[in-house]
């Protein structure tokens, strides 16, 4: 299945919820072993909220060789890139350090608590 992803975003792909809406297009998808092509041309702006829930979430219930064989990511500026890069990698240290994940999840905890 192909998804243009700028007709979901436009040419920003920067928030969170936008984010989410792709995931939940491309979740059972993948669950079924399919693979998913993630078409971005002309999308221009890209931000780390959007690819965290869009894609970085995935590797709580997948492995990354899975994600690398089901999704096929196009038209994605170099920028775009190393940004999904940089998500995936965090993620996926998120996902398999549970020491880590606590820090992070306290951290953030104390962070909401404070705003």
Not at 30 to 40: A, K, P, R
Not at 47 to 60: C, E, R, Y
Request: aromatic share 12%; hydrophobic share 35%; glycine share 6%.
């Amino acid at each position: 299945m192909k998804y243009n992803i700028h007709e979901i975003t436009g040419q920003y792909a920067i928030s969170p919820n936008k984010g989410q809406k792709i995931y939940d297009l491309i979740y059972q998808l993948l669950s079924l072993g399919q693979v998913v092509e993630l078409d971005f041309s002309e999308v221009k702006v890209f931000a780390t909220a959007f690819f965290n829930v869009a894609t970085g979430q995935l590797l709580k219930d997948f492995s990354r060789d899975d994600l690398n064989r089901q999704i096929c990511i196009t038209g994605l500026t170099n920028d775009g890139q190393h940004i999904l890069q940089r998500v995936m990698d965090n993620a996926e240290h998120y996902y398999n350090d549970a020491s880590y994940r606590r820090a992070v999840d306290n951290v953030m905890q104390e962070y909401a608590a404070n705003c």
